[in-house]
């Protein structure tokens, strides 16, 4: 089991991407949420076969 004193935040979990794992504060992540909405766009999307 993580110690507490080890375990991420919810705080540092919000301020970093999911994307590139970069500090949100660095910016330039217009791409990231480009990425992101078009990862969730095909979840929601019905499997083809």
Known sequence: ???DTERPTV???NA???ICLRP???GGHQ???KKRQAMRRQEQEP???
């Open 31 to 33: 791409k990231c949420s």
């Open 47 to 49: 499997r083809q076969q």
């Open 1 to 3: 089991m993580i110690p």
């Open 11 to 13: 705080y540092d979990w």
């Open 16 to 18: 970093t991407c999911d």
């Open 24 to 26: 949100r504060s660095a």
